[in-house]
């Protein structure tokens, strides 16, 4: 796609200063593009600063994983990272090192089935079930280390159907206690084919009907197929750099995403594919116009196009549309400091809402 020029959208005035409502910085959506100016290289290792699990209802262990800053920033919001499909909380390696730099403590997790997170059964391989179990997490360990701190969630794909999912069953919280929600690279759902790889709705359909099912086969071969990686790890890499990025990345960055996905299970791939094409939250999203809210969109997304971010956008009041320009689906990982300026803008501008 050849990049473009978006000119800001306002309809409407903006709420300015502090006498202005507290739930809602911008009545008008905003949308723009944002152009990297650099990549991004370095040390991909993270050792977060504290360790912790929780256990769920239906007893699966949730890897929970704190990073604290040097020198905290005073009544500063905990930034609570989701991360999305077959990835993890690992995926999050620069945005966990520029917050808390920034002086922003960080709480990240491992969804079931992914990560050191431990496996799901099939019932609970849903996304409101992970929408649960984003509120234990926050309630378990959140409330231990920040009783009463106020919140801000980023989401990532499967991590921003999951917030979706929570807004929807747990609306009480936002504004309250959650000040701001960042939704990258991700969808509402209601497409019909989301699960479709880029290639449209009858790739979705052939994967919603055997895709579990295939999956499923295929992870009784787990041990034997982990192996063939190593033989065709070059076919891997095309498969890794298309699907997840849009611009020119080093093989350091595609083999660690590669590693980060063929981590997860094809048990867990199949269990939840099945989710993704009942997920619909377009009518839900309203909520989250209680409290500033950024969408973040890659221009060049295979997994969730353009018009998934921009269905968003419009459904919340307020929100700001960031589109990336020559970015994939990984664009966290991508176009990691354009990222991390952007959600920390986010928590800048929900901590002065708030306040």
């Known amino acids: 796609m050849t990049k473009r020029t978006v000119a800001g959208l306002a309809a409407g005035a903006a709420v300015a200063g502090g006498a202005a409502a507290v739930h809602t910085v911008r009545q008008a959506r905003r949308e723009r593009i944002a152009v990297s100016r650099r990549a991004l290289t370095g040390n991909l290792e993270h050792t977060p600063d504290r360790e912790t699990a929780v256990r769920t209802d239906d007893g699966v262990t949730l890897h929970v994983e704190i990073d604290e800053p040097e020198q905290a920033r005073a009544d500063a919001p905990v930034v609570v990272l989701v991360h999305g499909f077959t990835v993890s909380s690992r995926a999050w390696v620069f945005q966990r090192r520029a917050l808390t730099e920034a002086g922003y403590r960080v709480v990240s997790y491992d969804h079931r089935g992914h990560g050191r997170s431990g496996h799901s059964s099939m019932e609970g391989a849903t996304i409101e079930q992970l929408a649960r179990d984003l509120r234990l997490v926050l309630d378990e360990v959140v409330d231990q280390i920040a009783p009463g701190a106020p919140l801000v969630l980023v989401g990532h794909s ?71 990686r190593r033989v065709g790890r070059d076919l891997e ?10 611009s020119p990345v080093s093989q350091t960055l595609v083999r660690f995403t590669g590693d980060l996905a063929f981590e997860t299970s094809f048990l867990t791939i199949g269990a939840f594919i ?5 997920h619909d939250r377009r009518d ?12 973040i ?34 664009v966290m990982l991508e176009h990691p400091e354009l990222v991390s300026r952007e959600i920390l803008e986010l928590i800048d501008l929900a901590t002065r809402s708030a306040g």
Not at 163 to 188: K, N, Y
Not at 237 to 246: C, K
Not at 284 to 295: E, H, N
């Open 158 to 228: 499967m991590g921003g159907m999951t917030l979706m999912a929570f807004g929807d069953l747990f609306p009480e919280l936002i504004a309250s206690r959650i000040v701001g929600v960042c939704f990258m690279a991700t969808s509402a759902g209601g497409e019909g084919h989301l699960i479709s790889l880029g290639y449209g709705a009858l790739v979705g359909r052939l994967i919603e009907r055997y895709g579990p099912g295939a999956l499923d086969g295929l992870s009784r071969q787990e041990r034997l197929l982990r192996s063939l």
């Open 237 to 246: 890499d095309y498969f890794v750099e298309h699907y997840s990025f849009a």
């Open 284 to 295: 839900a999203l309203k909520v989250w116009g209680a409290v500033p809210s950024v969408v």
């Open 297 to 330: 969109t890659a221009h060049d997304d295979r997994l969730t196009p353009l018009q998934h971010g921009r269905r968003i956008a419009d459904s919340i009041p307020g929100s700001e549309h960031v589109i990336v320009a020559d970015a994939g689906h990984m």
């Open 274 to 278: 099945a989710t993704f094409n009942e």
